[in-house]
């Protein structure tokens, strides 16, 4: 992550984390596949903190307080690394390759804060859900990146924002869901009717 502040994402290679960290390049080889497996390694790292910094008394809050919780906590865990993850998203507005890689590395990381917020992130609901997160979570990055306020009172408020209107976006969905159940469950009956078989007489046919 030093590396990663100080120079261009294509000058961090694994050569540099090599001779950064002190070690041989094979030894490196070893424990990692290339920079986006240090870095989800990373993630996880920052994931274990905020599960093990979880207060019970939480428990009986509201879900969305919960998350809001989690989320400050990560941000807290973030923030020696700074400068670092601020160089990754510049580095990513010039190489969509790079965005759909931290995409996929948040999703992994976002898709846990939900759990530990006591939130369903399973099934397609579950990754919409974490895919809303993550686009809230970057814009939130964008305002905690140039808070300098010690309280992060603007960051603290853009998180706010971004839970809440992704609370409502949920809303409108279940409200959706609901109203599409009857046409799924018929369109599930339907295709639970058997087929006729070519050799059925025309009118046994037509009935089925």
Known sequence: MGLVAEKPWADVTMTAVAERAGIKLSTLRKAYDGRM??????????????????????????ALDRLFDVLTRRLDAL??????????????????????????????????????AGI???GVRGLALTQALVV???????VWFKDEDPGKVRTMAALDR????????????????????????????????????????PDAAVGA
């Open 37 to 62: 497996a240090i870095l989800a390694d990373f993630n996880r790292g920052i994931d274990a903190g905020v599960f093990d910094g979880t207060d019970p008394e939480l428990a009986d809050e509201s």
């Open 120 to 122: 369903k992130a399973e």
């Open 136 to 142: 809230a979570y970057f814009k939130v990055l964008r």
């Open 79 to 116: 923030e020696p690394q700074r400068p670092a993850l601020q160089a990754l998203v510049r580095a990513a507005r010039r190489d969509p390759v790079l965005v759909a890689e931290l995409n996929s590395l948040a999703l992994t990381s976002l898709r846990w804060m939900l759990i530990a």
């Open 162 to 201: 971004g839970l809440k209107r992704g609370a409502d976006a949920m809303k409108r969905i279940s409200r959706a869901e609901g109203w599409l159940a009857p046409f799924k469950r018929a369109f599930k009956e339907r295709a639970r009717k058997p087929r006729a078989r070519a050799d059925e007489e």
